[in-house]
């Protein structure tokens, strides 16, 4: 059992940073993913970033790149922001994926995969 919990949310100006972290209870997802989702207001859900926590590979979502990254330091992933727009408004999520088949990393980009998830963290970016 993997709990996460995240923190770092909060209210900023556009153009502004924040940096969200997520802690994990158990370290069992090190042979897995952790990704970061984020669902703004009326919206689905969508994946903004994960890490594979075995070799450290990245990817990002297209409305992210070159402002967001994501980092690991032991049981916490955080999720770096800047430059942030008001259109990235939305709960943040951090969720947990703790067993990925070698050469399947694709499986990190759904949601569905993910075993375990954090309750969020609120980002508000006003203009």
């Known amino acids: 059992q993997v709990q996460l919990v995240e923190s770092g949310g909060g209210s900023v100006q556009a153009g502004g940073s924040l940096r969200l972290s997520c802690e994990a209870s158990a370290s069992d997802y090190r042979s897995g993913c952790v990704g970061w989702f984020r669902q703004p207001p009326g919206q689905e859900r969508e994946r903004v970033a994960y890490i594979v926590t075995n070799g450290g590979g990245t990817n990002y979502a297209d409305s992210v790149k070159g402002r967001f990254a994501i980092s690991r330091d032991n049981a916490k992933v955080y999720l770096q922001m800047n430059s942030l727009k008001p259109e990235d408004t939305a709960m943040y999520y951090c969720?947990?994926?703790?067993?990925?088949?070698?050469?399947?990393?694709?499986?990190?980009?759904?949601?569905?995969?993910?075993?375990?998830w954090g309750q969020g963290t609120q980002v508000t970016v006003s203009s």
């Open positions: 969720a947990a994926k703790q067993h990925l088949p070698y050469g399947e990393s694709w499986r990190c980009s759904e949601e569905y995969e993910y075993n375990y």
